[in-house]
Nanobody, 120 residues
Framework: QVQLVESGGGLVQPGGSLRLSCAASGNIFRIIMMGWYRQAPDNERELVATINQGGGLNYADSVKGRFTISRDNPKNTVYLQMNSLKPEDTAVYYC??????????????WGRGTQVTVSS
């Protein structure tokens, strides 16, 4: 079993900052990729940012220059530093990971989500 546990969401004013964390635990052989997605009410879940095992980064155009994804490999943890937050960033943020549980078996995992609300 593998679990992803997010933390760090909350209420922040426009222009403010938040830092999300996601820790993976359980039967982990190797983590291929970790990332963040978000889903606002009445919208589909969308990619925010990903970071692969080699450190390669991918960001949604809407967050480039404002959000930074990073990863602590020994801790199996991924972070999302969110600066210059806008009301349109309001959503439930989900951690996502592709993890090998054995040398030849991998699966996709999701966290339960953490609410981020940007409002004055």
């Amino acid at each position: 079993q593998v679990q992803l546990v997010e933390s760090g969401g909350g209420l922040v004013q426009p222009g403010g900052s938040l830092r999300l964390s996601c820790a993976a635990s359980g039967n982990i052989f190797r983590i291929i990729m970790m990332g963040w997605y978000r889903q606002a009410p009445d919208n589909e879940r969308e990619l925010v940012a990903t970071i692969n095992q080699g450190g390669g980064l991918n960001y949604a155009d809407s967050v480039k220059g404002r959000f930074t994804i990073s990863r602590d490999n020994p801790k199996n943890t991924v972070y999302l530093q969110m600066n210059s937050l806008k009301p349109e960033d309001t959503a439930v943020y989900y951690c996502n990971a592709y993890i090998y549980t054995q040398y030849n078996e991998w699966n996709e995992y999701w966290g339960r989500g953490t609410q981020v609300t940007v409002s004055s």
